[in-house]
T-cell receptor, first 112, second 112 residues
C-alpha cells in the first residue's frame, strides 16, 4: 500500500470548516483513499473513502486531486466532539486480508 | 445493528501469564482483524481471519495467536506476557476484509 504524509497537528475554530490534507504521491490506480478518526482511547471510526471522484456523506467530504496524489478531508462545521486523531490510509481494492496501515495521523484540535 | 463488541474492556496481568481477548463482529461480517496500539508504535496490524482461516499476519512474535469460530467470533491469545505487551488491543470487522473496517472499543491490557 502507498505511504501517506499528514501534518502532525492542526487547530480549527468551532463552527468553521476543518480541512485536513493528505499526501499520497505514490498511490497506484487501484488504491482507495480511506479516512478514519480516533477519539481519545476509543476505537478508530470510519469516516469516508474514495477512488478518484469527490465523495460526501453525513460526516464529511473528501476531495481527491485529479492526479490522485493528494486529498483533503473536509469537516464542514467542526464541533468540539471532532477533536481527534485523523488517519489517511491508502488501501488496495483487493486487499481483503491486508490490515490497514496506520501512520501517525493528524491531531485535530477544535478550539471553542 | 449491534457494533463490534470486545471483552473484557480492561485487563491486568503479570509477566509470564497468558491472556485471551474476545471479539464479536457485526452480524454478517466474516472478516475479523486485530490490531495493537501503543504510544510508541501506534496502531499495528496483528492478523486477519476470514471463515475461520488466518489469511494474513503482521510482524509479531509467535506468542500472539488467534482463532475464529464458525459464527465469526474471534479470540486472540498472548502467551508468556511481557511488559511491552501493555497496549490497547483493537478488533475490527468487515464483510469480506476488502470493505470498510468497523472497530470495537478495544481491550486495554496492562502487564505488571
Amino acid at each position: 500500500d502507498a505511504k501517506t504524509t499528514q501534518p502532525t497537528s492542526m487547530d480549527c475554530a468551532e463552527g468553521r470548516a476543518a480541512n485536513l490534507p493528505c499526501n499520497h504521491s505514490t498511490i497506484s490506480g487501484n488504491e482507495y483513499v480511506y479516512w478514519y478518526r480516533q477519539i481519545h482511547s476509543q476505537g478508530p471510526q470510519y469516516i469516508i473513502h474514495g477512488l478518484k471522484n469527490n465523495e460526501t456523506n453525513e460526516m464529511a467530504s473528501l476531495i481527491i486531486t485529479e492526479d490522485r496524489k493528494s486529498s483533503t478531508l473536509i469537516l464542514p462545521h467542526a464541533t468540539l466532539r471532532d477533536t481527534a486523531v485523523y488517519y489517511c490510509i491508502v488501501r488496495n481494492s483487493g486487499g481483503g486480508a491486508d490490515g490497514l496501515t496506520f501512520g501517525k495521523g493528524t491531531h485535530l484540535i477544535i478550539q471553542p | 445493528k449491534a457494533g463490534v463488541t470486545q471483552t473484557p474492556r480492561y485487563l491486568i496481568k503479570t509477566r509470564g501469564q497468558q491472556v485471551t481477548l474476545s471479539c464479536s463482529p457485526i452480524s454478517g461480517h466474516r472478516s475479523v482483524s486485530w490490531y495493537q496500539q501503543t504510544p510508541g508504535q501506534g496502531l499495528q496490524f496483528l492478523f486477519e481471519y476470514f471463515s475461520e482461516t488466518q489469511r494474513n499476519k503482521g510482524n509479531f512474535p509467535g506468542r500472539f495467536s488467534g482463532r475464529q469460530f464458525s459464527n465469526s467470533r474471534s479470540e486472540m491469545n498472548v502467551s508468556t506476557l511481557e511488559l511491552g505487551d501493555s497496549a490497547l488491543y483493537l478488533c475490527a470487522s468487515s464483510l469480506t476484509g476488502a470493505n470498510i473496517q468497523y472497530f470495537g472499543a478495544g481491550t486495554r491490557l496492562s502487564v505488571l
